[in-house]
Structures are given as C-alpha cells and as structure tokens.
C-alpha cells in the first residue's frame, strides 16, 4: 500500500441524517450547537492538528455512499456520524469497507444508553473505532484519534 501519510492530511467528515437541524432537534439529546458551529470547530481543530477536514451532510444514504467513494485519491481518512444510517445501512457499511481508508465512526449522543435498535452499528465492524456520548466532543475526539492513527 502506497505511503498514505500526507502533510497536511487530509479527512473528509461525514454527517447523516437530521444532523442538518442540530441546534433545534431535541436538544436535550444532541446538544444547542448547530452543525455550522460543529464543522467549524472540526476545521480549527484540524489546522490545530496539521491536517484539513472537510466536512459535508446529507439526507441521502447514496449521496453518503458517493462522498466515501469519491475519498479514496483525495483523503486519507474519513470521520462519520452516520446517524440513523448507523444502524440501517448496509449500503454505507460496504462503501466504508470498500475503500479501504481508516474510518471513526462517532455519535453525539450514547447509542447504546438509548433505545435498544440504536445498540446495533453496521458501520462499527469496518471502522478503526467508534467514540460516543460526548456531545461535540466525540467529533473532536474521533478527529484527533484519526489524526494520530494516520500519523502512526
């Protein structure tokens, strides 16, 4: 496998569905901060960490499946909070898979602390890890766990 490891690295972040309406949809769960303010701190954070995050969300479970795909050649790691696709999807699971670059798969709320079809994660078995429960932090978590593992 070629050198992957690029100065800056480069991870795209991946958000699923109704992560579009953080900051108004329940709250008491996801946390006030909206999505804007979330990739914003992605971003800071990742010039804190010499790399470049870019961030994107969809509804659209294959305009999820393209986005993966179209990672390989262009970065070297991908940071996902798949959402509701996190225990549905099959479709992202194998893209994941398919590609081949190192993955975290992260959630702002503990999914395993919630109902009990929440427990489960097609997308767990084919990520390098999986952070939970920290609000916000579980982004900036997993980025820098991602960091360090394409750095070593």
Excluded at 26 to 51: F, M, W
Excluded at 69 to 84: E, F, K, P, R, T
Excluded at 116 to 134: C, L, M, N
Aim: hydrophobic share 45%.
């Amino acid at each position: 496998m070629p050198d992957l490891i690029l100065s800056p690295l480069s991870v795209l972040v991946l958000h699923g569905p109704n992560l579009n309406l953080l900051g108004q949809r329940e709250p008491g769960i996801y946390g006030s901060t909206s999505l804007t303010e979330i990739n914003r701190l992605l971003e800071t954070e990742a010039i804190k960490l010499q790399a470049k995050a870019s961030c994107m969300q969809s509804n659209h479970e294959g305009v999820l499946v393209d986005a993966i795909h179209g990672a390989l050649n262009q970065h070297q790691g991908i940071l996902i909070n798949a959402a509701a696709y996190t225990h549905t999807s099959v479709a992202l699971r194998d893209a994941i898979a398919a590609v081949n670059l190192p993955t975290v798969e992260v959630h702002l709320s503990n999914i395993y602390r919630r109902e009990e079809f929440r427990h489960h994660s097609y997308i767990a078995p084919v990520v390098i890890g999986q952070i939970s429960g920290f609000g916000i932090q579980s982004y900036l978590l997993g980025l820098q766990a991602l960091v360090y593992h394409l750095r070593h």
